[in-house]
């Protein structure tokens, strides 16, 4: 009964980890010119719609990088199928999406941008892998890849000022700074599925709370209201 009380709630904090933080995030006291909330919940369902065709891309990659290697082989599989594949289809479907859209030229304009389009990606991204998973869940699809990819979120909005109209170079730069997060997040998927739990929960909690000090540190006055 313990055990499908513990398998519950991770897949409820699977499924709801990310709208939360959007809601928590957006709700946030921020500045007169940071943008209004219904259009921040705009952004957040065209990631959602922006998905499915940003899927396609996620399944052939996993059917590329899905095979069962070791050592090094088994990381590059993890970097891709769980960490870079999503990620660069969610940046691909926002950067062309991006015209089509007016973002403020502020720290919190561009962020909370950023942020909303990715949240809305991602929540069907932890979706669906409740679904391709169903019954075989362990832990890291449950917690811990969750918890990465809020990290992630997080420090790649952050990061996308400074590449901000990300076109030509910016944009190239901005892809080859998501990239370097994704592999170093997945230190912590490999960790953990090399039976280094305690050295992979180390891992996830210094990612999670680089990304919280970095997220205080950068807007200061909506983190203490």
């Not at 899905?66 to 926002?94: C, E, I, K, Q, V």
């Not at 007016?102 to 679904?131: H, K, Q, R, S, W």
């Not at 790649?156 to 590449?163: E, L």
Request: hydrophobic share 60%; net charge positive; with cysteine.
């Amino acid at each position: 009964m313990l055990l499908c009380y513990y398998r519950g709630t991770m897949q409820l904090f699977l499924v709801a980890c990310m709208p939360l933080l959007f809601a928590l995030v957006i709700l946030l006291p921020w500045d007169r010119r940071a943008p209004r909330p219904l259009a921040l919940v705009s952004a957040y369902f065209r990631g959602v719609l922006l998905f499915f065709p940003g899927y396609v891309v996620i399944v052939i990659v996993r059917a590329i990088a899905g095979f069962s290697y070791s050592g090094f082989l088994f990381y590059l599989s993890l970097f891709a199928r769980d960490h870079w594949a999503p990620m660069a289809a969610a940046l691909t479907a926002f950067l062309l999406v991006n015209r089509l859209t007016v973002i403020p030229d502020t720290d919190e304009g561009v962020f909370l941008n950023v942020f909303a389009f990715l949240a809305g990606f991602y929540t069907l991204v932890n979706l669906t892998d409740l679904v391709r998973g169903w019954g075989n869940w362990t832990g890291y699809e449950l917690f811990v890849l969750p918890v990465l990819r809020l990290a992630g979120v997080l420090l790649v909005s952050m990061a996308a000022r400074r590449y901000f109209r990300w076109q030509g170079r910016d944009a190239a730069l901005f892809g080859l700074v998501a990239t370097c997060l994704a592999a170093l997040l997945t230190v912590a998927s490999y960790l953990l599925l090399h039976g280094l739990a305690l050295w992979a929960g180390l891992g996830t909690a210094v990612a999670a709370g680089a990304a919280v000090v970095a997220f205080a540190m950068r807007f200061p006055r909506a983190v203490r209201g």
